[in-house]
């Protein structure tokens, strides 16, 4: 069998079967036979690849999934009736691949408790690596981190970042307290502006920290100069929020086809083409696109299959769009 053939049966398989996550599954097929998938679907053609890209976080043993889920906006909606929301299916998508990335924080409105009841309801917690924030100041981050642990239904998180690097120096101290307790297993920081840049790039010269948070996109591309390469050189894992300048990319090639050379790279689609151009970028751990949709959250895990684009390749991405 030709691998193309091969490779795309492989990921078809994948895609439709869910074989890694039982409950998911279960759950997708549920709330799809109660009519609550997504009604406006279109086909997103399945994508082309094998095993999902997985990256290692510097200096440990573990690996995360390139692509994970963001929920600002996204997940900012009733607690009420989950189980038959498309959210519970683009959750069954995600944890169709373990250990793959959730990000929420508690000032995304209901996003926090909206993800912590599906993990809940899904029994999936230990199937996520989960990642929220400190958006508060440093006199109410105590309290708000208790309720992030209620609105979770978790004691503990896999990632616990200083949110916008609000009071930065005195949150940090507060993560480390909680690191040392078991509380959560990493922490770090992030900022989604390229203006913050510069303080993200002393924080990780300065401090000892794990992950960075950062935007970063064929759109927005000021990362690359001095963070990313910095990151890699320190060995800090990095996130990747705002993929798709929160919906702007997707707008500016509205209408447009994907160049023919897109199927060089097995991209069905210009998110796909959008996000291999990010998690392609070496230092990248893994990209955290957000979406309320489940043929979105299809076609954005459909990224981290197939062939990456080289340097040469990410460069004719980033031309095409800009
Ligand atoms: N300071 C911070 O720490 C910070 C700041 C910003 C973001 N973040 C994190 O990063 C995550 C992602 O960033 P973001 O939410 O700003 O925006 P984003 O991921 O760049 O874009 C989200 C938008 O893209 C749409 N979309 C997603 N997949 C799509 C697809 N395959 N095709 C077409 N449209 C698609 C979504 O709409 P649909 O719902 O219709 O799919 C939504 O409107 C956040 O959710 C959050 O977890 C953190």
């Given at each position: 069998?030709?691998?193309?053939?091969?490779?795309?049966?492989?990921?078809?398989?994948?895609?439709?079967?869910?074989?890694?996550?039982?409950?998911?599954?279960?759950?997708?097929?549920?709330?799809?036979?109660?009519?609550?998938?997504?009604?406006?679907?279109?086909?997103?053609?399945?994508?082309?690849?094998?095993?999902?890209?997985?990256?290692?976080i510097p200096g440990t043993r573990e690996t995360l999934p390139a692509i994970g889920l963001g929920t600002a906006d996204a997940f900012?909606?009733?607690?009420?009736?989950?189980?038959?929301?498309?959210?519970?299916?683009?959750?069954?998508?995600?944890?169709?691949?373990?250990?793959?990335?959730?990000?929420?924080?508690?000032?995304?409105?209901?996003?926090?408790?909206?993800?912590?009841?599906?993990?809940?309801?899904?029994?999936?917690?230990?199937?996520?690596?989960?990642?929220?924030?400190?958006?508060?100041?440093?006199?109410?981050?105590?309290?708000?981190?208790?309720?992030?642990?209620?609105?979770?239904?978790?004691?503990?998180?896999?990632?616990?970042?200083?949110?916008?690097?609000?009071?930065?120096?005195?949150?940090?101290?507060?993560?480390?307290?909680?690191?040392?307790?078991?509380?959560?297993?990493?922490?770090?920081?992030?900022?989604?502006?390229?203006?913050?840049?510069?303080?993200?790039?002393?924080?990780?010269?300065?401090?000892?920290?794990?992950?960075?948070?950062?935007?970063?996109?064929?759109?927005?591309?000021?990362?690359?100069?001095?963070?990313?390469?910095?990151?890699?050189?320190?060995?800090?894992?990095?996130?990747?929020?705002?993929?798709?300048?929160?919906?702007?990319?997707?707008?500016?090639?509205?209408?447009?086809?994907?160049?023919?050379?897109?199927?060089?790279?097995?991209?069905?689609?210009?998110?796909?083409?959008?996000?291999?151009?990010?998690?392609?970028?070496?230092?990248?751990?893994?990209?955290?696109?957000?979406?309320?949709?489940?043929?979105?959250?299809?076609?954005?895990?459909?990224?981290?299959?197939?062939?990456?684009?080289?340097?040469?390749?990410?460069?004719?991405?980033?031309?095409?769009?800009?």
């Amino acid at each position: 069998m030709p691998t193309d053939r091969r490779r795309f049966l492989a990921c078809a398989t994948m895609l439709t079967a869910g074989a890694a996550a039982p409950v998911a599954g279960r759950a997708l097929a549920q709330s799809r036979s109660s009519g609550s998938a997504d009604a406006d679907a279109e086909p997103v053609p399945p994508p082309i690849g094998g095993e999902p890209m997985r990256r290692p976080i510097p200096g440990t043993r573990e690996t995360l999934p390139a692509i994970g889920l963001g929920t600002a906006d996204a997940f900012d909606s009733s607690t009420q009736g989950l189980q038959q929301s498309p959210l519970s299916d683009v959750l069954a998508m995600l944890l169709r691949t373990p250990g793959s990335v959730l990000d929420t924080a508690p000032s995304y409105g209901t996003a926090e408790a909206v993800a912590g009841e599906l993990l809940r309801l899904h029994n999936a917690r230990r199937q996520v690596f989960l990642a929220t924030k400190i958006s508060a100041p440093a006199a109410s981050a105590p309290a708000q981190w208790a309720r992030s642990q209620r609105e979770l239904h978790s004691e503990a998180v896999d990632l616990l970042q200083v949110h916008n690097l609000i009071d930065w120096q005195e949150n940090l101290r507060f993560l480390r307290q909680l690191q040392e307790q078991g509380k959560t297993r990493y922490i770090g920081v992030t900022h989604y502006r390229a203006d913050a840049h510069a303080a993200l790039e002393q924080i990780v010269r300065s401090e000892k920290i794990d992950f960075v948070q950062v935007n970063y996109s064929v759109g927005e591309r000021e990362a690359e100069r001095t963070l990313l390469p910095l990151c890699r050189q320190r060995g800090i894992a990095v996130l990747i929020n705002r993929p798709f300048q929160d919906g702007r990319l997707f707008r500016a090639v509205q209408g447009k086809p994907l160049p023919p050379w897109a199927g060089e790279l097995d991209c069905a689609s210009w998110g796909q083409l959008f996000l291999k151009f990010i998690i392609s970028h070496p230092a990248v751990t893994a990209a955290i696109p957000a979406t309320s949709k489940p043929r979105h959250m299809r076609d954005n895990l459909g990224a981290a299959l197939g062939r990456m684009p080289d340097a040469k390749q990410r460069e004719r991405i980033a031309a095409l769009v800009a």
